[in-house]
């Protein structure tokens, strides 16, 4: 019995495969999401740049009859809008390096990149999801701002 060892069984094998990939792409998402919140993060750090250096026009539109709700939306928007151009662009980069890389020539046992969209679809899903997050502070900052304070020049 000693004298013959299995050195490869083919099923042990495939689920260790598969056990070290499943961790790479656990791995990879998790980077994804941390990448898209630190983005999300310094988009609302722009965002509130924008909303102290235009105090005036916040303070100039609520007294000429704005409401809050008028400002919060301008300003929610503007952040949605930074985070979904910027994500977009991310992806389109993405994309095109999927692309460039299924046009090389590659050994015959790696398979071509490939675009997944339930992928994309959940990419973009989180990317709204903290486009809302973080597009909530400012604009609620630039909406609760006294026009008095903000005409002053004082946020």
């Given at each position: 019995?000693?004298?013959?060892?299995?050195?490869?069984?083919?099923?042990?094998?495939?689920?260790?495969?598969?056990?070290i990939f499943g961790g790479v792409r656990l791995f990879l998402a998790a980077v994804g999401i941390l990448i898209l919140a630190i983005g999300g993060?310094?988009?609302?750090?722009?965002?509130?740049?924008?909303?102290?250096?235009?105090?005036?026009?916040?303070?100039?539109?609520?007294?000429?009859?704005?409401?809050?709700?008028?400002?919060?939306?301008?300003?929610?928007?503007?952040?949605?809008?930074?985070?979904?151009?910027?994500?977009?662009?991310?992806?389109?980069?993405?994309?095109?390096?999927?692309?460039?890389?299924?046009?090389?020539?590659?050994?015959?046992?790696?398979?071509?990149?490939?675009?997944?969209?339930?992928?994309?679809?959940?990419?973009?899903?989180?990317?709204?999801?903290?486009a809302v997050t973080v597009g909530f502070y400012p604009a609620r900052r630039a909406a609760l701002l006294p026009p008095v304070e903000a005409l002053?020049?004082?946020?």
């Amino acid at each position: 019995r000693n004298a013959v060892i299995i050195y490869f069984d083919a099923i042990e094998r495939a689920r260790s495969i598969a056990a070290i990939f499943g961790g790479v792409r656990l791995f990879l998402a998790a980077v994804g999401i941390l990448i898209l919140a630190i983005g999300g993060i310094g988009v609302m750090n722009v965002v509130l740049v924008s909303v102290a250096s235009r105090t005036f026009e916040i303070g100039l539109r609520k007294a000429l009859g704005a409401t809050p709700v008028q400002i919060y939306a301008q300003f929610f928007l503007e952040t949605a809008l930074a985070c979904f151009a910027s994500g977009l662009l991310g992806f389109l980069l993405g994309a095109g390096g999927i692309g460039l890389l299924s046009a090389l020539p590659l050994p015959e046992s790696f398979a071509r990149p490939e675009l997944d969209p339930r992928t994309a679809a959940i990419s973009f899903g989180i990317l709204a999801a903290i486009a809302v997050t973080v597009g909530f502070y400012p604009a609620r900052r630039a909406a609760l701002l006294p026009p008095v304070e903000a005409l002053q020049g004082r946020a």
